[in-house]
């Protein structure tokens, strides 16, 4: 009996004051800061972190063992993969995609948004609350507070599943192995529109999803159908299924697959651009961001692109400059670069069109055309301002598209515009109100005999 009661103690540290403190001071440290920061948009109903609440735990039941200046790497180590994880959960990525990015941080203005502010004030309290609470004790001795704080943090991981799980599917949206591909370019037959006779465009918009209720959709088709382009184009619509980021739309759209554009490795003569290059159309590629954002003057020519225009020979050709934490040229410039050249063209033209200020977070700014918002009228403005600023800068860009169609001169072009994927909002209310699985395509097919009347 002597010998097991040594033992008991030594596994079972005693309950009393001291050993309570360091268990509330750990699950502050290493349950509740890590997340902290994280709170306000999980409370708008962000997405499922019950994974990263579980990773806390278990770095926060080894990292206690150990002195204060490994338990403040710990944290700060930790602080950074979350907040990883955060952002690429937001936008549909795989955490490896930022990284991939990061040394081209000098190139976005997150400063530009109020929300991107609050997120880093808030890391920056985090960072020093954790500072000064990883210097008291906060060992966990003893079976029982071990356990206690297995126990916590399942207790919060699991609340969170609960919280997420029915919004899971408009985040970390991956395609599985078996998923049947489709694409806009594939539904539309884009490939048998190009006969040599006339130009052919796809613009893909950015964070163009399909809205899930009536009167925004209703809003979104009056964008794409104006008279000014019903006037010139047979009009078609549909939905295809997305996943995914930007990229991913991209190579849908481009390469007729589910895929990224890191696979991409060497020149892929099945992908659009280099089938309408060997039927003898110049190829044409539209971005108003860097170039090196996610390599895209790398992979460009390798799937058929034979130019590229990115920000500063854009606006060096005359388009202005639309500041956002993506600032780039001003998507409304750039269909009237588009259209000179289609009109100057001696032979067909494929152009490809990726826009921009429509990225997220779009910021409430003059250049933009966002200072004030009323595309879905002052209610909706007022409950919804990242959706309406959306819808404005949507809008901006079919004027543009419409007015290009509209000058004289201009030469027969089918068009194909398609979201890339659904509007990654961090507040859930405004994100639901696009669909988690499809984005909308529009077709203009162009009619001469309207056209010269």
């Not at 349950?31 to 994280?38: I, K, M, T, V």
């Not at 948009?41 to 063992?65: D, K």
């Not at 395609?175 to 048998?192: H, N």
Request: glycine letters at 6%.
């Amino acid at each position: 009996m002597t010998a097991i009661k040594p033992l008991a103690i030594r596994v079972f540290a005693p309950a009393d004051g001291a050993a309570l403190a360091a268990f509330l001071n750990w699950a502050l440290c290493w349950l509740l800061l890590p997340n902290l920061a994280f709170l306000p948009i999980t409370i708008m109903g962000g997405p499922m972190r019950a994974p990263e609440i579980w990773l806390c735990g278990a770095v926060g039941l080894v990292a206690s063992w150990f002195g204060y200046w490994i338990r403040l790497a710990a944290f700060f180590a930790l602080l950074v993969y979350l907040t990883l994880v955060f952002i690429a959960s937001m936008f549909n990525m795989h955490v490896s995609m930022i990284l991939s990015v990061a040394a081209l941080v000098l190139d976005i203005r997150p400063a530009a948004s109020p929300e991107y502010l609050v997120g880093g004030a808030l890391l920056i309290l985090v960072l020093a609350l954790a500072a000064r609470q990883l210097r008291r004790p906060g060992k966990l001795r003893g079976l029982q507070w071990m356990a206690a704080g297995a126990a916590l943090t399942y207790t919060f991981a699991t609340a969170d599943y609960i919280r997420a799980r029915d919004g899971a599917t408009a985040y970390n949206r991956l395609a599985p192995a078996d998923a049947p591909f489709t694409s806009a370019t594939q539904q539309t037959g884009f490939l048998t529109l190009a006969d040599g006779k006339r130009h052919v465009m796809i613009v893909v918009v950015e964070a163009m999803g399909l809205p899930t209720e009536p009167a925004l959709r209703a809003r979104l088709d009056a964008i794409w159908t104006r008279p000014e382009l019903a006037e010139r184009f047979d009009i078609s619509q549909g939905r295809t299924t997305f996943y995914n980021s930007t990229t991913k739309g991209e190579i849908r759209e481009l390469c007729q697959r589910w895929g990224d554009y890191t696979e991409i490795v060497a020149a892929e003569p099945g992908c659009l651009p280099a089938t309408l290059a060997r039927r003898g159309y110049a190829t044409h590629a539209y971005h108003g961001f860097s170039p090196t954002f996610f390599d895209r003057d790398r992979w460009y020519p390798l799937i058929g692109f034979e130019r590229t225009s990115f920000r500063d020979a854009i606006e060096a050709q005359g388009a202005g400059h639309c500041p956002n934490v993506f600032p780039g040229a001003c998507d409304r410039d750039i269909p009237r670069l588009i259209g000179r050249d289609l009109a100057a063209a001696k032979r067909p033209q494929f152009v490809y069109w990726l826009t921009l200020n429509s990225h997220l977070p779009v910021v409430a700014n003059a250049e933009l055309r966002t200072e004030d918002c009323r595309q879905l009228g002052p209610a909706l403005d007022a409950d919804y301002p990242q959706v309406c600023r959306l819808f404005a800068v949507w809008d901006d860009t079919a004027a543009a598209l419409a007015a290009m169609t509209s000058r004289p001169g201009f030469p027969p072009t089918d068009i194909l515009i398609v979201g890339d994927h659904m509007p990654p909002f961090t507040q859930q209310a405004s994100r639901m109100k696009f669909d988690s699985t499809k984005v909308p395509w529009v077709l203009l097919r162009y009619r001469p005999s309207r056209a010269a009347t």
